[in-house]
């Protein structure tokens, strides 16, 4: 989602902004007949890994859970602790937001702005580092990582950024630095190895036209790709996504890189029938907005929309009620004498998923919250099973755990076992 926005405010339910596949065709995995499915579980089942042993990096759970910024309804987003805490929790993956530090490092933050998730507000020497910038055309004051070296981040903790809706993660305020990029593949590679899973990492480029506005065209993205190829290899196989609410810049890595790239789709908010609204600056990809292209958020997902997308990349990260179309017909559905988000009536599938899927493009989508969200539902695990029985390849949860839950609760039949080829697919 946007650099903010709603999202930034604790919101009693899933307010629009309170967030951010598979198929039979998909050509990073092989479907597994059922039938081959349950013996596969069956003898996962016998000869169950030990903590340690080798597990190929091509071979993942399917659908995936996504930790999304870690494990953001357990403990303050974007930490070593709360990506662990994830990854205990059952993540497949864990998904580090990037911005970028004056001296060039990448580090996990949600936003460029850090007054919302860290204790800067309280270090009297970065007083005068707090400013007014403009970021994808809305002025925002507040202090920027991009005004920060490293070592000055590093002097900084994190901080719950909803107090109110999640009192309890502000028992570990105070406790936890920010993490660079560096920190969260070596966090991913030493679970991967304890676990004996492959636990991935699914990193956003924040607000590219932003940090090429500072550091130059594309200094963000290759820094992330030389990051990537150093830790991974240049692999469609590599255990990552990497995920732009932008365009161009996925279409710039689609021409540098093999590993898999998300297109995010947003919106500003859902109307009562079930439409979404697109308002700005959720309505467009910011590039798109500077590049004078009007196609909106929603043009990306019709048909025409999604061959576009798939001439660049390998999945598509819509906002949730893109693919489920929730009505708000003023019934109380669940009983507890108010009308909310979760009361709106459930009409399944809004066509986005099975499009996607005849395209070979995976669908990820989010955010799944316990403590808010739920269009249409109020229970989170009934939410995130129906989403899974409709063929999404993944979702992103500030409740691992829930996600996990929800996934055990549909696929009794076991997992589906995914296996890379790593074979050239996307356009070039
Ligand atoms: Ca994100
Ligand atoms: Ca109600």
Redesign the pocket.
Request: charged share 45%; proline share 0%.
């Given at each position: 989602m946007g650099y903010g926005g709603p999202e930034v405010l604790p919101q009693p339910e899933e307010h629009p902004k309170a967030r951010l596949t598979h198929h039979t065709k998909s050509r990073l995995m092989k479907r597994t007949t059922r039938k081959q499915t349950l013996m596969a579980t069956a003898i996962l089942a016998a000869f169950s890994l030990p903590a340690g042993a080798d597990m190929p990096n091509d071979h993942q759970a399917s659908p995936i859970v996504i930790g999304h910024r870690g494990a953001a309804g357990y403990r303050p987003e974007h930490t070593l602790a709360g990506y662990a805490l994830a990854i205990e929790m059952g993540a497949d993956y864990i998904e580090p937001d990037l911005v970028m530090t004056k001296d060039g490092q990448l580090i996990a933050r949600h936003e460029p702005m850090i007054g919302g998730t860290t204790d800067v507000a309280t270090h009297p020497e970065f007083a005068g580092r707090k400013t007014t910038r403009s970021v994808d055309g809305v002025e925002v004051t507040d202090w920027f990582a991009s005004d920060f070296t490293l070592a000055e981040i590093k002097s900084l903790r994190a901080k719950e950024r909803l107090p109110t809706l999640r009192p309890g993660n502000t028992a570990y305020d105070g406790l936890y630095e920010v993490p660079t990029l560096d920190e969260v593949i070596a966090l991913a590679k030493q679970k991967s190895e304890e676990t004996g899973r492959t636990i991935g990492i699914y990193p956003e480029l924040k607000h590219s036209t932003f940090h090429a506005g500072l550091f130059g065209n594309h200094v963000f993205e290759n820094k992330l790709l030389k990051k990537l190829h150093q830790a991974y290899g240049n692999s469609e196989c590599a255990p990552v996504f990497i995920q732009s609410f932008e365009v161009a810049n996925l279409r710039y890595l689609n021409k540098k890189t093999d590993i898999k790239l998300v297109q995010l789709v947003d919106a500003d908010d859902v109307n009562a029938d079930g439409s979404l609204s697109l308002v700005a600056p959720y309505k467009q990809p910011y590039d798109f907005v500077v590049s004078g292209d009007p196609r909106s958020f929603a043009d990306l997902l019709t048909e025409p929309g999604l061959e576009f997308v798939k001439s660049y990349a390998d999945a598509i990260g819509p906002w949730k009620p893109y693919l489920v179309k929730t009505v708000d017909d003023g019934i109380?559905?669940?009983?507890?004498?108010?009308?909310?988000l979760?009361?709106r009536r459930v009409d399944g599938s809004t066509g986005v998923i099975e499009r996607a899927h005849d395209k070979g493009l995976l669908v990820h989508t989010w955010t799944f919250r316990n403590d808010s969200s739920g269009y249409g539902f109020t229970d989170p695990v009934t939410e995130m099973a129906y989403y899974f029985e409709l063929g999404v390849d993944g979702l992103f949860t500030d409740f691992a755990d829930t996600g996990v839950a929800a996934r055990a609760a549909v696929a009794t039949a076991g997992l589906e076992e995914r296996q890379c080829h790593d074979r050239k697919h996307r356009s070039r």
């Open positions: 109380d559905r669940n009983g507890d004498g108010r009308l909310t979760n009361d």
